[in-house]
């Protein structure tokens, strides 16, 4: 049973990492194409970009991570399990920071507030985010040492009975635990706050909207809507991705050898890959490509199939 299960989540991996790929892959294309033909690319789509190339890194860390898990356990106890942890805390770490710094972006471009102090955030977003993005690595740089000597001990547990070796080992793992936890509360924690921004704008909008008797389908209220469902299914998807990522790191030893731990470590892939489609679909550049891209492709479907009849008819006559 269990092992037709491994079979059934080891495909449903490899379906979202194929995706994945594809939509991150996809929107680079895109962007790369648009910064040749215009000889400039805007700091958005650098984020975006960036954010492309850290989620196209973790979903490659994180089906290495199955791979040696689920099919070789032996593999993966070896100095491997170092490298591959290192490459998904560094990975995760710049794939909270740029899609925080979207959720940001998104707030200081749409939202409208009256306060001065909001106003130099706005006209100052670009330095604002790079000032965000390069706080964020004193974490990463904590999280990189205390994650590798947790690992570590974790790899050498066998070696000694020691009781203050058992109890050094309990306050590294706890450690690493705490260092976790803020690294993603913290971006989780902006970006829920820009999601209640841009609520608070879009309400002050619309009552804006009915006082002026010019009704509430406008531009502005469309773009608020589509950025907050934007910000919405990010930290849907992250919330679920955390839980994940918590119950894997604190059960290290109890999950990874059976159904749940494997069913918590698929859940892990919906993140980078359904978001990538999330992204896509909130910007108004790549979704206007990729439905262009879709009647193009139902187009050509459709003349293959009255090229396909109109052949078949033909023998028959």
């Not at 989780?188 to 609520?199: D, G, R």
């Not at 991705?241 to 290290?252: A, D, E, K, M, R």
Request: with cysteine.
């Amino acid at each position: 049973m269990i092992s037709l299960l491994r079979n059934i989540f080891s495909i449903l991996v490899m379906i979202d990492f194929v995706l994945g790929n594809f939509a991150y892959v996809f929107i680079a294309l895109v962007n790369g194409i648009d910064w040749i033909k215009k000889q400039k690319i805007s700091f958005a789509d650098q984020i975006l970009t960036a954010l492309e190339i850290s989620r196209i890194a973790l979903l490659w860390a994180l089906v290495l991570y199955w791979c040696a898990v689920v099919f070789n356990p032996a593999f993966y106890s070896s100095g491997v399990r170092t490298i591959v942890h290192i490459a998904w805390v560094v990975s995760n770490h710049f794939s909270l920071s740029f899609g925080t710094s979207l959720s940001l972006l998104d707030l200081l471009k749409i939202a409208n507030f009256s306060s001065l102090f909001f106003l130099h955030l706005k006209w100052k977003a670009r330095r604002v985010v790079l000032t965000i993005l390069l706080g964020s690595l004193v974490f990463l740089v904590f999280h990189l040492a205390v994650a590798s000597l947790d690992n570590k001990m974790q790899m050498n547990t066998y070696e000694g009975n020691l009781t203050w070796k058992t109890k050094l080992q309990d306050i590294v793992h706890l450690s690493n635990m705490t260092v976790f936890i803020l690294a993603n509360f913290i971006p989780f924690t902006m970006s829920l706050t820009a999601l209640l921004l841009l609520l608070f704008s879009l309400w002050k909008h619309l009552k804006k909207m009915q006082l002026s008797g010019k009704g509430s389908q406008d531009a502005s209220t469309k773009v608020h809507v589509r950025a907050m469902q934007t910000v919405i299914s990010f930290l849907l998807l992250f919330v679920i991705y955390f839980l994940v990522q918590i119950s894997t790191v604190w059960n290290s030893y109890i999950l990874k050898n059976n159904s749940v731990g494997i069913f918590f470590d698929v859940l892990g892939f919906l993140y980078p890959s359904s978001h990538s489609f999330i992204l896509i679909w909130g910007n108004k550049k790549l979704r206007q490509v990729i439905l262009s891209f879709l009647w193009q492709l139902r187009s050509w479907l459709k003349e293959r199939k009255k090229v396909g009849d109109h052949l078949s008819f033909g023998r028959k006559l």
